[in-house]
């Protein structure tokens, strides 16, 4: 994580010395040095870094306007019936309101759908890490039996008969291939940046008004009750600018006992490592936006933030492979209200801008064809 962060600091020094750091996101033109004559972007958000892209896939408005209608194209999924959208709900901090996911054919997995706000930040990616980067992720729900069940390969020859092949070489200068469906995928994902939240005014701007009394008392249950032991408020690898962002996780593997009184428990972790420390061990989720994302937990057993609030009060569920930072936390029930009142003040003042991005497919997609009309017309 640390060598991943180190240039973003200094991004920071260079490109934003004499900005104010209030407002919500920016776009920046970056000179010429995104692909295909198109200009990289530089995202920003109160209390959120600078997202860092691969060396070979730097963010450019074309791609993440193409990576956005990909995301929203059912005709990615072998019967059109689904999208990346469909578990990935623009209007629930991009996840799932539904337990477990439900693919093609309403074929359920076993988790619960993750947020993708602030996605450029986590790594490794999904509950048990098992990728790398959101270009490799990107091509996982192709083959998944239960969410689009149609193998890459067939995908890409679908979206050439569909006219992507233009929109591709505008973005890429090539046509589309699985390398470039992942590329388009992964910017715009990275692109969705959600900070500025009521309690990053409160902590970063020193706005004393921005979360309520219950809030400011619930900050302080959430330190005493020990949840930034893997919730982390001190990220390592942004120091010495620490206190500028939050992520509210460690990027590691825990196992806090959700679904280990399960007769078959789920096993996490370590059907990735084979390490049995990790057995039952889950990626420390964000608690950004957590208030828009229920059910929570990777099996979406908690309906609501209060029910997460009595998990940890109950000190998790005990198993062999309990983590030690979990103990009964005895908190009264104001002091649970409390905790409930910080996560909701953590919801980004972007949040219900990004909750419209389909209507902006809906935009690019008026505006190209009846560009191609007035073509058409003076040809
Ligand atoms: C059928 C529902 C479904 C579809 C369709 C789907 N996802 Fe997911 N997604 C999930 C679930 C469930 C998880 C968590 C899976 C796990 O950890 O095992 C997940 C995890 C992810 C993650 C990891 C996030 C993190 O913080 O680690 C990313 C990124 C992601 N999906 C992107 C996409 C993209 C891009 C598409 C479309 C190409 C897509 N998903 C299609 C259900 C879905
Ligand atoms: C030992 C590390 C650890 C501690 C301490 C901890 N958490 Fe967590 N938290 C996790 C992990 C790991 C998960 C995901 C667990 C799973 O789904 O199996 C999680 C999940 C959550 C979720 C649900 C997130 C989602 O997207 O579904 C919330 C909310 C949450 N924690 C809040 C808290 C609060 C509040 C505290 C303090 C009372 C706390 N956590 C303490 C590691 C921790």
């Not at 048990?128 to 959101?134: E, I």
């Not at 209200?337 to 809906?362: G, I, Q």
Request: charged share 25%; proline share 6%; net charge neutral.
């Amino acid at each position: 994580m640390k060598t991943r962060f180190k240039p973003t600091v200094a991004l920071w020094l260079l490109a934003t010395a004499s900005l104010c750091s209030t407002s919500g996101l920016m776009f920046q033109g970056k000179g010429a040095d995104g692909q295909a004559g198109d200009q990289q972007v530089v995202l920003r958000s109160l209390g959120v870094p600078f997202p860092v892209s691969p060396a070979d896939n730097p963010i450019t408005s074309k791609k993440i306007s193409l990576g956005r209608e990909l995301f929203f194209d059912k005709r990615l999924s072998r019967d059109n019936s689904i999208s990346c959208a469909t578990c990935h709900e623009p209007k629930h901090g991009f996840s799932d309101p539904h337990p477990v996911s439900i693919g093609v054919n309403a074929r359920t997995g076993d988790r619960n759908s993750m947020s993708l706000l602030n996605v450029a930040f986590f790594e490794p990616l999904m509950w048990d890490g098992r990728a790398k980067s959101l270009e490799e992720q990107a091509l996982l729900p192709f083959a998944a039996h239960f969410e689009f069940d149609l193998p890459v390969v067939q995908a890409v020859a679908k979206l050439r008969r569909h006219g992507y092949s233009e929109k591709f070489k505008e973005a890429f200068g090539e046509d589309i291939s699985e390398e470039n469906l992942a590329k388009a995928l992964a910017a715009y994902q990275r692109s969705l940046l959600a900070g500025d939240s009521p309690f990053d005014r409160y902590i970063l701007l020193n706005d004393s008004q921005a979360i309520s009394p219950a809030a400011q008392r619930g900050f302080e249950v959430f330190l005493k009750a020990r949840c930034d032991a893997c919730h982390l408020i001190m990220t390592p690898g942004l120091h010495p600018f620490a206190l500028r962002y939050i992520l509210f996780t460690d990027n590691k593997f825990h196992n806090i006992g959700v679904g280990m009184d399960k007769e078959d428990p789920d096993p996490g972790r370590f059907a990735v490592t084979g390490d049995p420390n990790d057995w039952g061990a889950f990626r420390t989720p964000s608690l950004r936006n957590i208030a828009l994302t229920a059910p929570y937990f990777h099996d979406g057993s908690a309906r609501t933030l209060f029910d997460v609030v009595e998990f940890y009060d109950r000190g998790g569920i005990v198993n062999r492979n309990l983590d030690p930072a979990m103990r009964p936390l005895k908190l009264s029930q104001q002091q649970k209200r409390d905790l409930v009142a910080f996560l909701e003040s953590l919801t980004s003042s972007r949040a219900s801008e990004l909750a419209h991005e389909e209507a902006k497919v809906r935009q690019t997609a008026t505006a190209t064809s009846s560009t191609a009309n007035e073509r058409s017309r003076s040809r």
